[in-house]
């Protein structure tokens, strides 16, 4: 906890710098993100203001927001909006479209139908050639991709089988069953990945 009552996750700042590289790569056109889980808040007041073509609206459940919104406070951005309560499978989801979604740390979280419902959300709310990105530990193929995350995968089901490391194909499975295709696998450092899908254009689109 900062000083000022912010809450800190030193996880957040150590990732933050390689994800925000990442997402300046894909993230290139004007619009609006969609932070889903933005947790202490953290990465939007470090990203917003190096990514100022983007309005950056973080959300995640209602208990983290106080904490989400002295960090906007601490950032003064004008383009980070004030946080929104969002829990995937409860709540309504933001009015959209958005140009970009963006979360971190969430699916191996979340039990498996808010996994679902995440991906659901996401393709409401992705404009047409929008894209996803998702950041976190995955399997590949049913194998883990280190074992520090096979015994982080071993240790979250300890804690609670519903959550775990998820595989990769069973997230694009669930993409694509709501209209989602993966562009990219980014390889991040401490065995993270960043995977990236993209809301198919509308056949009329150039």
Do not use: K
């Not at 479209?97 to 969430?106: D, I, L």
């Not at 992705?126 to 520090?148: I, K, M, V, W």
């Not at 993409?175 to 562009?183: F, M, N, V, W, Y």
């Amino acid at each position: 906890m900062q000083p000022d009552h912010r809450p800190y996750a030193p996880a957040a700042e150590q990732n933050r710098e390689p994800i925000l590289q990442v997402l300046q790569q894909w993230f290139t056109d004007p619009g609006t993100l969609l932070e889903v889980g933005a947790g202490t808040g953290q990465h939007a007041a470090f990203m917003a203001p190096r990514m100022p073509h983007l309005q950056w609206l973080p959300t995640d459940v209602a208990e983290h927001l106080p904490g989400i919104e002295a960090w906007r406070r601490e950032a003064a951005a004008p383009n980070l909006r004030p946080p929104r309560a969002l829990d995937v499978q409860a709540d309504a989801w933001p009015e959209g479209p958005f140009r970009y979604v963006y979360s971190a740390n969430t699916v191996h979280i979340l039990h498996w139908p808010g996994v679902e419902a995440l991906f659901a959300g996401v393709a409401r709310v992705l404009e047409s050639g929008g894209r996803f990105a998702l950041y976190g530990p995955f399997a590949h193929d049913g194998q883990h991709t280190a074992d520090s995350n096979a015994s982080f995968d071993r240790s979250l089901r300890q804690q609670d089988p519903g959550m775990g490391v998820r595989d990769r194909a069973d997230l694009d499975a669930l993409a694509a069953a709501h209209g989602l295709s993966r562009e990219a696998v980014v390889d991040m450092p401490v065995n993270n990945q960043i995977l990236i899908w993209r809301c198919a254009p509308d056949p009329g689109s150039v």
